[in-house]
């Protein structure tokens, strides 16, 4: 069988979201069937500029195929035409130009899906609200599987995608919540979806107490992974911070991994490291107390299922449905829908260790029931099969 | 991990902290939230600062009308009124030919003025009402919160009596079935009892019997 995976960028150099995630369903899939990834030469998403030359490529084992942006995305412009459909009537027009805008916008790649249909058996497309996403569905519904990675944003509301979901053949999503909200928003129940997520890579060798020599850091700290960025709740993370800070005269510090694209503030106990390798990220974890995962929109979170497969509680913003719903469910940790809120549940886990790692032990219960290497793969070798047998019948 | 143990006892905890009940055996983040949630509803909110309430006092009830607002002006603005007044049954002349334009500007500044200011009474008596409701209704919550508590009390007592209510009932069981089951056996003993008794006279019987032979 052969299965092509459809992202926006693809590469090493790529170390979250949708692309880490399609990167590693590609690399363990491909010892079932025969993969090759479809994608384009952007490596910035801001811009998607073309950054990789060649056309084609192996990476680790993987035939990658690059298509060229052909214009790169102004963000000036379109941030202009995202805020005009968002705070206007506007038609499917408006909508399809935004998509444009939003790229990254290859066309030869869409054309190659047309030309090239009956050398594959599936394409598994991943992140719903490209471009790439979107023509190619529309290329091939009957052969596409779609990962949508859709976050609780106005994006989703979106007349073009509320079609969209209801052309592929199945579904694989990331969480109860992200395919409730598909399915309120598409009312697309008649197809096939499995609730699936992603693994989670963990390095051989990490260890937290050489983290906290190697930066110099004693006595107790949490930690936030991922992009320091205002929609994924750092601001409001700072400020809850330093209030707590401030009432409580905990010395709990607070340590920052990631790019950033926010002033972070300075303070003695905030800690920024910028851009750590994976050995580093999980050495950190390791030695924090706890996680927070401040986001108000993700679609799964693979840096909470990182704190908990090293059991490691976590303290999530409430107020995205899907992490709330993942610590409910994983009984992992707790979380804040207000800064009260924040201070109560922040105080207790400082103060009760026995409740960390109780929080952490069913974390990793959790994480191992449902996202090891060998269930993920399983769940994709049955999606497929499903298929299969639909089509002999 | 000793210094950060250590660190972690450095925290300063509200005493409400170690109310939190948690079954760690069978952890439940559920519970946990509605407590922390219970807790929070039960604290009382901080009061507004005196500087905010001085603030607020300061602001006087407007004049009826805004004309009143002239005095405001100085006694020129004050004369100026009374000359009009006097002049009133030439105004729609004067206000024709000379200063029509001021006179509007004039009107419409004050309206202007007094609309605002009552505007901003308004809003300094909403926020005293609404800083009152708050404070009430922060009582009432609190007030409610502890009847939940009391009530929610009162239905673990009463729990705890229909478990022992049901425990008495299944123990009166018990001593019934018991009680009756040692009536049998009582009746069964006599019985025995009474064929042990007939055995033994009838063995008396014949060991009068066979004495009485042996001595013949």
Redesign the interface.
């Known amino acids: 069988m052969k299965v092509a995976f459809v992202v926006q960028r693809y590469g090493l150099e790529i170390s979250g979201g949708a692309e880490l995630h399609c990167r590693w369903v590609a690399e363990h899939m491909s010892q079932y069937w025969e993969v090759e990834v479809l994608t384009t030469k952007a490596l910035d998403y801001i811009t998607w500029k073309n950054h990789f030359p060649r056309d084609e490529e192996i990476i680790n084992g993987i035939k990658v195929r690059r298509f060229p942006v052909v214009r790169p995305r102004h963000p000036e412009r379109f941030g202009r035409i995202q805020n005009y459909i968002f705070e206007n009537e506007h038609t499917i027009e408006d909508e399809l130009r935004w998509l444009e805008e939003e790229g990254p916008l290859a066309p030869s790649l869409i054309s190659y899906i047309k030309e090239n249909e009956n050398k594959y058996d599936y394409f598994i497309f991943f992140s719903y609200r490209y471009y790439h996403s979107y023509w190619g569905i529309k290329a091939v519904p009957h052969k596409s599987l779609l990962v949508p990675t859709a976050e609780h944003d106005p994006v989703i509301y979106l007349r073009i995608f509320r079609d969209l979901f209801r052309l592929p053949r199945a579904f694989i999503y990331n969480s109860l919540e992200e395919r409730e909200m598909i399915q309120k928003v598409a009312n697309n129940e008649h197809i096939p979806g499995e609730v699936v997520g992603v693994g989670i890579e963990i390095p051989p060798l990490f260890s937290g107490e050489q983290f906290r020599k190697k930066y110099g850091l004693?006595?107790?700290y949490a930690i936030y992974i991922g992009r320091i960025d205002e929609n994924k709740g750092c601001l409001e993370l700072f400020d809850y911070f330093l209030r707590f800070k401030e009432e409580?005269?905990?010395?709990?510090r607070l340590v920052l991994i990631g790019s950033t694209i926010l002033k972070i503030p300075s303070h003695p106990d905030i800690i920024y490291l910028g851009f750590a390798s994976e050995e580093d990220k999980f050495s950190a974890l390791d030695g924090a107390?706890l996680l927070f995962m401040p986001s108000f929109y993700e679609s799964l979170s693979m840096v909470t299922l990182e704190a908990w497969a090293l059991k490691k509680p976590v303290l999530v913003n409430?107020r995205c449905a899907v992490l709330k719903g993942q610590?409910?469910r994983a009984?992992?940790?707790?979380?804040y829908e207000n800064y009260?809120?924040f201070r109560?549940?922040l105080?207790?886990l400082?103060?009760?260790?026995?409740?960390r790692e109780?929080?952490g032990l069913?974390g990793y219960e959790y994480f191992k029931q449902n996202y090891t290497w060998e269930i993920i793969e399983n769940k994709y070798l049955k999606i497929v099969e499903k298929l299969e047998q639909e089509k002999r019948t | 991990m000793v210094g950060q143990e250590e660190n972690e006892k450095k925290v300063k905890l509200t005493p409400g902290e170690r109310e939190i009940y948690i079954d760690y055996d069978r952890i439940d983040v559920a519970s946990i939230m509605e407590q922390i949630r219970r807790k929070i509803a039960t604290q009382p909110r901080p009061k507004p600062s005196e500087k905010i309430i001085e603030d607020k006092e300061i602001i006087p009830p407007p004049p009826r009308s805004p004309w009143e607002l002239e005095a405001t002006y100085g006694w020129k603005a004050r004369a100026k009124r009374i000359l009009l007044k006097l002049m009133r049954p030439l105004s729609p002349l004067i206000k024709l030919l000379i200063f029509p334009v001021y006179y509007e500007l004039r009107e419409t500044v004050l309206k202007l003025h007094h609309a605002n200011m009552r505007i901003d009474y308004a809003c300094t008596r909403l926020d005293h009402l609404a800083s009152k409701m708050d404070t009430e209704l922060a009582k009432l919550s609190q007030l409610l919160n502890q009847r939940i508590d009391r009530v929610e009390k009162r239905f673990e007592e009463i729990d705890q009596l229909k478990e022992y209510t049901k425990l008495l009932h299944n123990l009166a069981h018990n001593l019934v079935v018991e009680m009756s089951k040692l009536k049998i056996e009582l009746d069964t003993l006599k019985i025995h009892h009474r064929i042990l008794e007939k055995d033994v006279r009838h063995l008396e019987q014949r060991e009068r019997l066979l004495e009485k032979e042996i001595v013949q």
Not at chain 1, 248 to 252: A, N, Q, R, V
Not at chain 1, 350 to 355: F, G, M
């Open positions: 004693d006595g107790c409580t005269s905990s010395p709990l107390l409430g610590c409910l009984n992992g940790g707790l979380y009260d809120e109560e549940a105080g207790l400082i103060s009760d260790s026995r409740l109780v929080l069913r």
